[in-house]
């Protein structure tokens, strides 16, 4: 029987913190940020956490 493959597009997207939970990045940080206001830039930063019910499919393509 072959190994399962992992889904490379989701281990570049997605890394497992020592608690267990998913970090994910968020949508709409890549350019023309000058036409959000800065409260929405600002609530974008950093990373976020993968909901309970995700976790579990990700988990699976990342192995």
Same mark, same amino acid.
């Given at each position: 029987m072959p190994k399962m493959k992992s889904v490379k597009g989701a281990v570049k997207r997605f890394k497992v913190k020592k608690n267990?939970?998913?970090k994910r990045g968020k @949508?709409?940080?890549s350019h023309i940020l000058t036409?959000?206001?800065a409260?929405?830039?600002r609530k974008q930063n950093g990373p @976020?956490?993968?909901s309970k019910t995700d976790s579990a499919s990700i988990k @699976?393509?990342?192995n």
């Open positions: 267990g939970s998913i @949508a709409y940080r036409k959000q206001d409260g929405t830039r @976020a956490v993968v @699976a393509m990342i």
